[in-house]
């Protein structure tokens, strides 16, 4: 039978006595300090992955991290990677000692001891290694270990089965709370700066008790939207930069179907794990995506993988020569071609889903309706009291016939004696390319001056995309100046005015290719 009793030996730390003291203080974010064990594990892993597959564990490494909320607090991060092996403890536990291979995701020798300090006034490191019949524990009080200028720290020795491997990092009374929305945010964090291994099937990531999976974002299908008659295209194209000196940039940029500022933006990658850009973070340069309240904000998205660039020590950002240099260089390359992408993301316009677009105009007629009611019949100006010079020409009709409104609604009232009927119409028809069309007929046996004005507006009208469709109050001050310009042509026409249609079809032109354009 194996010997269970417990053996103790000690692991140097030394120089780095004060350092440990001073990491609580470095610029973490939850999620970078957490992904400093998770790269641990999946270091270990991607080393050591013939090894394990040989033990049966398949070709995906697993990551459980648990948190309780509640205070002091505790978290704890456990992998089923290969373990810290006995040639590598030392060096595991002494600040700042970089490993013999820098090259993977454990390259600066801080990783675990940065974050566990900056998370915790206290933890443990238990581990078994593979093919090692032993499960080493190691605790960290560091305020015990600042106060006495500790060097060296136990290291209890228990026997363990020979295919026994794995990590557990314990980290106890909590400088930093993931409650709430917090870990919320560390989720979407961790998916993103480790899509690439969740994505091929290498790491099975779990926090808080949710599975962390990343879903691929739908790319724009459609027109290029100075040529909307053109057939379709995915607006989506790879990058491949190269800046000399080993520096090279790959990957893809693509635009959003569905534009949504809080996840556009680029991901920047070295070593297919995520540096910049993760979450709601996206790396957005001003030379790219302009203001903030641009389309591209909205739309444009891509990952882009870095290599021969440095990176921070906590691995939350690149230390770039110049940033600036490398986004002009990007977004030449972004709108070259045949997939001009900046171009489209602010050019193109998606309609907005029939019931936002049912609920918008029901506001504007209804809006526009109680104005006239209130106003319309006093309002009408002093020129009506003219002589009519000539009897007002035959309605024409509409350029498509009338199709099934969005929404309308009729106000009728008396002026000079006379009945007049106002039809404010929204409706939705891809096929008519005017913003608005105006009917103006007699009201029978009403004679000249009875009047019944039917106005209309097309919801699917490039001006009525860009500006209308999803702002009901930008929909009802349209739905308005509609009405002016409908009942003011009607008025005219009245008065023998000739072509007062022309006003409105020439504002039809200006909307069209003047005030819709890019």
Not at 344 to 350: K, S, V
Not at 407 to 426: G, H, I, M, Q
Not at 427 to 443: P, S
Not at 457 to 481: C, D, G, N, W, Y
Request: charged letters at 25%; glycine letters at 8%.
């Amino acid at each position: 039978m194996p010997d269970e009793r417990t053996d103790v030996r000690r692991v140097s730390i030394r120089p780095g006595t004060k350092i440990l003291g001073s990491l609580r203080h470095l610029n973490y974010k939850a999620w970078f300090a957490l992904a400093e064990f998770v790269d641990n594990a999946l270091q270990s892993f991607l080393a050591n992955r013939e090894k394990l597959a040989a033990v049966g564990v398949g070709q995906q490494l697993f990551v459980k991290v648990e948190v309780q909320t509640g205070s002091p607090g505790r978290i704890s991060i456990r992998d089923n990677a290969a373990g810290i092996f006995e040639a590598d403890f030392a060096r595991a536990f002494r600040p700042a000692e970089v490993p013999p291979d820098a090259t993977g995701l454990s390259e600066f020798g801080m990783g675990m001891k940065s974050a566990a300090c900056w998370f915790a006034s206290s933890w443990q490191v238990r581990t078994s290694a593979l093919g090692e019949q032993v499960q080493r524990t190691v605790r960290f009080d560091v305020a015990q270990i600042v106060a006495e200028n500790i060097e060296e720290l136990v290291v209890e020795e228990v026997y363990a089965e020979a295919g026994s491997h794995f990590t557990e990092v314990v980290l106890e009374g909590l400088h930093v709370s993931l409650a709430g929305r917090t870990l919320g945010k560390v989720r979407d964090h961790l998916r993103d700066i480790y899509r690439c291994f969740i994505r091929d099937g290498t790491l099975a990531i779990e926090v808080g008790g949710v599975m962390l999976s990343y879903v691929e974002p739908d790319v724009l299908h459609a027109s290029y939207y100075r040529t909307p008659t053109d057939p379709a295209v995915l607006w989506r194209k790879d990058i491949n930069l190269d800046f000399g000196g080993g520096q090279t940039v790959k990957g893809f940029a693509a635009l959003r179907r569905e534009g949504k500022g809080t996840e556009a933006g680029f991901a920047l990658f070295r070593r297919n794990r995520l540096i910049q850009g993760s979450g709601d973070e996206g790396w957005k340069h001003a030379d790219v995506f302009g203001s903030p309240n641009s389309y591209s904000h909205q739309r444009l998205f891509g990952e882009l993988h870095l290599e021969g660039f440095e990176v921070s020590h906590t691995k939350d950002g690149f230390r770039w020569a110049d940033e600036a240099d490398f986004a002009q260089l990007l977004a030449g390359k972004l709108d070259e071609g045949v997939l001009p992408l900046l171009k489209q993301a602010e050019g193109h316009r998606q309609n907005a889903p029939r019931p936002v677009m049912q609920r918008s105009a029901a506001a504007a007629v209804a809006a526009t309706a109680n104005d006239m009611r209130s106003h319309l019949a006093a309002a009408m100006p002093p020129a009506a009291d003219r002589v009519v010079t000539s009897e007002p020409p035959a309605c024409a009709a509409y350029s498509s016939p009338p199709s099934a409104p969005l929404a309308d609604s009729e106000f009728s009232f008396e002026f000079r004696n006379s009945p007049w009927s106002v039809l404010v119409r929204v409706v939705e028809d891809d096929g008519n390319g005017d913003w608005l069309e105006v009917r103006d007929a007699e009201i029978a046996g009403a004679g000249a001056n009875g009047r019944r004005i039917e106005i209309q507006v097309s919801s699917k009208h490039p001006f009525m995309t860009r500006f209308a469709q999803r702002e009901p109050e930008v929909m009802q001050a349209l739905a308005r100046i509609a009405a002016s310009l409908g009942i003011a042509e009607a008025l005219l026409r009245s008065l023998g005015r000739e072509a007062p249609s022309a006003m409105r079809r020439t504002l039809n032109e200006l909307l069209r290719d003047v005030f819709s354009t890019v």
